[in-house]
């Protein structure tokens, strides 16, 4: 595979249409996994009617566009962005001056050093939500992580400016807004205007976001407070010329901020349940070191540097099914990806789902293996083989908060409980704005002895 990129290059290899739609229609995921590994990680063309996007899977490659180039592969211009900018609008998932303005004003709240010292207010709230479940009890996976996840941001991002309640309402809506625009993105090509299924319900879920978000936006921007929490950052803050920013762009940023902090812990531990049933010794192994290092205690900050297989299992997890499943750039100016030309106004996709499962990057790559992410094995992977945050200037500022939360849950909840799924077989991934479980994960609660967990 050619990694090389220079000032010529050669034509894609290009899929036919007759290939490429119907099966991806039918079958989105499996398909673009298909032509990746048969093309072994070369850049390849898509023919897709008026459509012909230059698929990306290569490691090496995608650091190109990621990274080593990427002011030249910007994301808010092409087709696929059009269905979410309706929901973010300009900010901190815009490009240029834009999202420089905004990332400049929430990147100090997701430093290491913040972070880390707001872990003890995050496992406060957890543990307060996971003292609500009831051993014996059945629950969907996703509605518990959801509220669980609701109540740590609110505090620790939102300084409990959005009610629980109120938080709840825009995770459904979020999750609504993901199935709609899927006929929109699937037909990226179709205007706006032209009526779409799903654009009701996006229209829908938009509305409840905003009846949710903006008196809390306006409130904070009447009444600036001093407080470090997201609201407050975004209403104090002001443009290159001095203005406080609008209405619509803290809310804009605000929403981006809740999404962000949010849809990846629930999403990504939502998989966890099916995959430790499917897999005892991964469980058991699991089990044993949350034990051995939290006991009868409650999770705290001390505790999450010696859950190693903890983290390696989240890896894992994050490998077979990262929320953000797609990524689209558009090619400002042309360039060389891998040995191919790539004209200018060029769609670029790339997806850490396809290049996470490619058989010419991982031995085995559809099975579920967190010795993959031992130390010893980890520093031998290309960056870009594992990449479900994204990467270069892009890269997701909640990175590092995903993995002090889904670490403070996981230990909290098997702490006191095991659990039993009402159906082990594995959800099947739906494709949207984001990869969500085809079904609801339903699990009953078992809860430990006092000996092993109060």
Same mark, same amino acid.
């Given at each position: ?80 962005? #059009? ?26 709240m997701f430093t290491a050093k913040r972070l ?121 803050? #002001? ?140 520093e031998r992977r290309h960056r870009y083989a ?31 409980f095991r659990f039993r799924l009402a159906d ?31």
């Amino acid at each position: 595979m050619s990694d090389k990129h220079g000032a010529a290059g050669n034509k894609a290899r290009s899929v036919p249409l007759h290939r490429a739609l119907p099966a991806l229609v039918r079958d989105p995921l499996n398909t673009l996994v298909g032509i990746a590994n048969q093309a072994g990680g070369d850049v390849v063309r898509l023919n897709l009617g008026t459509f012909h996007p230059y698929l990306v899977t290569n490691p090496s490659h995608v650091q190109h566009v990621l990274r080593d180039n990427a002011a030249n592969f910007v994301r808010d211009r092409g087709m696929f962005w #059009r269905p979410l900018k309706r929901l973010f609008g300009e900010g901190i998932l815009a490009e240029g001056q834009a999202w420089e303005l905004s990332r400049s004003i929430v990147q100090p709240m997701f430093t290491a050093k913040r972070l880390d010292s707001i872990v003890e207010q995050m496992a406060d709230a957890v543990s307060e939500a996971v003292d609500e479940l009831e051993g014996g009890q059945t629950v969907d996976a996703g509605a518990v992580l959801s509220r669980i996840v609701c109540r740590a941001i609110m505090r620790v991002l939102f300084a409990d400016k959005i009610s629980v309640p109120d938080a709840l309402r825009m995770v459904d809506a979020q999750t609504t807004i993901a199935t709609a625009v899927l006929s929109r993105m699937l037909v990226p090509f179709m205007p706006n205007a032209v009526p779409m299924p799903g654009d009701r319900a996006f229209r829908r879920a938009a509305r409840t976001i905003d009846d949710v978000m903006l008196p809390v936006v306006r409130a904070a921007r009447e009444m600036p407070d001093e407080g470090d929490d997201v609201i407050s950052t975004l209403s104090r803050a #002001r443009d290159a010329e001095g203005r406080q920013l609008d209405e619509r762009r803290v809310r804009n940023d605000a929403v981006a901020m809740f999404a962000g902090s949010t849809e990846t812990t629930f999403g990504v531990l939502t998989w966890l349940w099916p995959l430790l049933e499917a897999h005892p010794a991964v469980a058991d192994r699991l089990y044993e070191e949350v034990g051995r290092v939290v006991g009868n205690e409650r999770v705290n900050r001390s505790h999450l540097s010696d859950l190693t297989y903890t983290r390696m299992v989240l890896d894992e997890v994050l490998r077979l099914y990262p929320v953000a499943w797609l990524s689209p750039r558009v090619a400002a100016e042309a360039d060389v990806i891998g040995g191919v030309r790539v004209p200018r106004g060029a769609d670029i996709l790339f997806s850490p789902y396809i290049t996470q499962r490619m058989e010419t990057v991982w031995d085995q790559p559809t099975v579920f293996d967190p010795e993959r992410f031992a130390p010893r094995r980890a520093e031998r992977r290309h960056r870009y083989a594992h990449f479900p945050f994204g990467g270069g200037p892009h890269q997701c500022l909640g990175q590092h908060l995903f993995y002090l939360e889904a670490l403070v849950i996981v230990a909290t909840i098997l702490s006191r409980f095991r659990f039993r799924l009402a159906d082990p077989a594995m959800p099947v991934p739906q494709v949207g704005a984001v990869l969500q479980p085809s079904k609801n994960v339903e699990m009953t609660l078992l809860p430990l002895r006092p000996s092993v967990a109060s």
